[in-house]
């Protein structure tokens, strides 16, 4: 009820306010329900429209197969190791001092050639001289001292014959003939004291004239100069070290390539191994030694365990220097003129047979037993699969011991499938 409003004499009734309330829509069942399941109906499209594009895509693609084929053929299958080695002479001596004093004279340098017993430096000889002159002295006075004595000696056998005779006639005491026997074996003992004594100032003599002579330095052999570490006027002190004072090498036309080899390497490496190597600074210059000795000396670096392999190698042109770092390929085996083909074509397997390639065919490192293997040769522009045994490998070629293959035949080592997509037909223009 609306309520009366007074306004002077009129009377106006206000009505009340209206109060809408909105009701729920009322869908029809069918429609409710192809709601709710609007979203399997919508995958099921999406997968329907993906299906139908991937066979249209298929349907218009190129499905031609490229091989990628290689030539069985025969050829050499090598076996290496490699290895980093620095190339030294073969016979390197070092030239010390025996003697300490200061260098008087230097007669080598560097690459200078030099001949067994050649003087390549001087030490001061004149405190060696000294020594010498008076150990000299030393022989000269006990040679006199010796005559001397052998003077005396005969007196003192004169007296005692003399006493001899007199005590024979009771001419002289027993004690005058016992004091005469007695200063006659002084006498020879003398004697003997003084033979000793020239003999020690002999020796005495001799050591110093060796250390006189080592004041010279000599070359022990043939060779050539490949170090000097003194200057003249230098002082070189031998009393606890000898002091190098040159490096000569013995002949350069025959060097040696000290390589370190790891352990897991070593196995594969015998005395007679054919090497080559390489030196940056002829790097187009292949050079051919071979493995002369494989030392039993482990030598460890951080925990990685190295044996040391020589080759040799001839260097009549001297033109390996020492101290070059060579890299080196050590043949550990080799086949010559044997049927091979790329290592790849014992790894390949076509898609349609599942595309895997995880097979390997072949030997591992170092060993000499056949394998059986597979590989897939083009014939007729369509693959098909031989069985062959696999020997040695290299890891780029592997030889072919037995197996229906000859030279010439084209193995498959990988394959490539087209996808040209064909143009879409032009649209009409309405």
Known sequence: ????VGIGAARIEQPAPVVLVPKSPVLPAASSRLWRLWPIGGLAVVALLVVAGAVWWLSSADGTVNYSTAPVALGTVTRTVTATGTVNPVLTIIVGSY?????????????????????????????????VDQNAANLTQAKAQLEKDKASFTYARLNYDRSSRLAQTNAVSKDTLDLAKNVLDQAQAQIGVDEAA??????????AQVNLGYTDILSPVDGTVVSRNVTVGQ??????????????????????????????DIGGIKVGNKANFTVDAFPRHTFEGTVTQVRQSPQTVQ??????????????????????TAANRIVIDE???????????????????????????????????????AVWVLR??????????AGLDDDTYTEIVAGDVIAGDQVITAERRATSVKAA??????
Do not use: H, W
Not at 101 to 126: F, L
Not at 239 to 252: E, K, Y
Not at 425 to 430: G, T, V, Y
């Open 1 to 4: 009820m609306s309520k009366p």
């Open 99 to 131: 003697v300490s004093g200061v260098i008087q004279d230097i007669n080598c340098d560097y690459n200078t050639k030099v001949s067994k017993g050649q003087v390549c430096a001087k030490i001061d000889p004149r405190p060696y001289q000294s020594v």
């Open 198 to 207: 020239i003999l020690q100032r002999q020796a005495q003599l001799d050591a």
């Open 235 to 264: 002082t070189v002190a031998a009393s606890f070290q000898t002091p190098t004072l040159f490096l000569i090498a013995a002949d350069l036309t025959k060097m040696q390539v000290d390589t370190n080899v790891s352990e897991s």
């Open 303 to 324: 925990n990685v365990v190295t044996y040391d392999v020589v080759v040799s190698v001839s260097n009549p042109d001297l033109t390996l220097k020492p101290g070059m």
């Open 335 to 373: 086949r010559r003129d044997v049927l091979r083909v790329p290592s790849q074509a014992l790894r390949y397997l076509p898609a349609s047979a599942g595309g895997a390639t995880t097979r390997r065919g072949g030997t591992s490192p170092g060993t000499k037993t056949a394998a059986r293997a």
């Open 380 to 389: 007729d522009g369509r693959p098909e699969q031989v069985a062959v045994t």
């Open 425 to 430: 037909a032009p649209r009409l223009q309405l």
